[in-house]
Nanobody, 116 residues
Framework: QVQLVESGGGLVQAGTSLRLSCAAS????????MGWFRQAPGKEREFVAA????????NYAGSVRDRFVISRDNAKNTVFLQMNSLKPEDTAVYYC?????????WGQGTQVTVSS
């Protein structure tokens, strides 16, 4: 079972950037499809971005497609989410997910707050 630890969240102003990291341990990182999800207060958890095992395939939610970039470093067992042009509606707890076949593992989340 892979363990995931997110970091990099914080309080920022609208229009600025933030980079989230998710460090994995306890599994073969390169076998996992990695993803970022977020959950705002009072809302359901939603998909943000995903990246395949090689890093060659990515997918984004429409609301972030032109602003966020997901990447991974398999040598460092880490996945990143570069968030640019942040908006107040991006405020949420951001979670990292590792997926292999039908099995999912989640991190504890990191808070991102964007002030207007």
């Amino acid at each position: 079972q892979v363990q995931l630890v997110e970091s990099g969240g914080g309080l920022v102003q609208a229009g600025t950037s933030l980079r989230l990291s998710c460090a994995a341990s306890g599994g073969t990182f390169s076998r996992y499809t990695m993803g970022w999800f977020r959950q705002a207060p009072g809302k359901e958890r939603e998909f943000v971005a995903a990246i395949d095992w090689s890093g060659g395939g990515t997918n984004y939610a429409g609301s972030v497609r032109d602003r966020f970039v997901i990447s991974r470093d398999n040598a460092k067992n880490t996945v990143f989410l570069q968030m640019n042009s942040l908006k107040p509606e991006d405020t949420a707890v951001y979670y990292c997910r590792a997926r292999i076949l039908t099995r999912n593992s989640w991190g504890q989340g990191t808070q991102v707050t964007v002030s207007s």
